[in-house]
């Protein structure tokens, strides 16, 4: 949704703007290349991997660019060590990138028989191994429950995850699925049989819901009058924290740009599926009295 994020984002041609979500920075070369250079992007990303393409990915612009690796949540120390006090805009595109999915050993898909880590940041003392190994049979549940959305089968998951310990791979947790769910569901799901479960559980990992919405109710503060604040969530979690904390602000500190999320256009599901599921919500810094 780049295009529909760039209509949000830029109502002017400069500033200075963050990417809270870098990746490989498919974003920020597309803010550069709208402003023909002359805005100034800082990108932030946990993954170093992503930080290290994104250079290669962004040289023609290095002069506007500023790269760090950290959290979204850190944008804020991050300003106040580049001696910025507010910006033009801040773009999050939320969820777990391409690399991460398909990059080895990261533990992120079901695709692959891989150690089961899940982490955005090394730095994470937390993996997923973690998390079905150690968590208590409820926990997992809730889990399952609230962060999958796995409203029928999370007790039962949760309870063949508990039997099969210890679970080492993604072999091992897409199998404890399997076994939890009747021959008849997994035939009638449109997706994967085990979106649901490494969702939750890479969620829970990452703290990722937290993480959002202590960062959202900051943001406001650090943005110029008049500026942009938009968000890509591919959850429904997600999305209803942006709603939620969007509302709060209202009339107070944001003005909503978008009374219903954007979703995208059909020209993109063909050419990119994986964005069926994405929602596009924006809004304005209201002038400070």
């Given at each position: 949704m780049v295009h529909e994020a760039l209509h949000y984002l830029l109502p002017k041609k400069n500033g200075i703007y963050i990417d809270g979500?870098?990746?490989?920075?498919?974003?920020?070369?597309?803010?550069?290349?709208?402003?023909?250079?002359?805005?100034?992007?800082?990108?932030?990303?946990?993954?170093?991997?992503?930080?290290?393409?994104?250079?290669?990915n962004l040289r023609a612009y290095s002069d506007s660019v500023e790269l760090f690796e950290a959290s979204y949540a850190d944008f804020d120390s991050v300003l106040r060590s580049l001696d910025i006090e507010k910006v033009s805009g801040i773009l999050l595109d939320l969820g777990v990138s391409t690399l991460q999915l398909k990059g080895d050993g990261r533990g992120f898909s079901y695709e692959k028989d891989e150690p089961l880590d899940m982490r955005m940041s090394s730095r994470n003392p937390i993996t997923a191994e973690t998390i079905v190994n150690r968590y208590s049979e409820s926990e997992l549940a809730r889990v399952i429950f609230e962060l999958g959305d796995e409203k029928r089968f999370a007790r039962r998951i949760s309870r063949h995850i508990v039997r099969r310990r210890p679970l080492l791979t993604t072999g091992d947790l897409v199998s404890a699925v399997r076994n939890a769910l009747p021959p008849e569901e997994i035939r009638k799901r449109r997706r994967h049989f085990a979106t649901r479960v490494f969702q939750a559980i890479r969620i829970e990992v990452n703290k990722e819901i937290d993480t959002l919405e202590r960062s959202l109710v900051r943001m406001p503060d650090y943005i110029k009058d008049g500026g942009r604040l938009v968000v890509i969530s591919f959850h429904s979690l997600e999305d209803r924290a942006v709603k939620n904390k969007f509302r709060e602000m209202k009339d107070s500190e944001l003005k909503i740009l978008t009374k219903k999320p954007v979703v995208p256009s059909e020209r993109e599901l063909i050419s990119n599926p994986r964005s069926r599921s994405a929602k596009l919500r924006a809004a304005e810094r209201i002038a400070r009295g």
């Open positions: 979500t870098l990746g490989e920075g498919n974003h920020t070369l597309a803010i550069l290349e709208a402003t023909e250079g002359r805005c100034r992007v800082i990108g932030l990303d946990l993954d170093r991997e992503a930080i290290r393409l994104a250079e290669s």
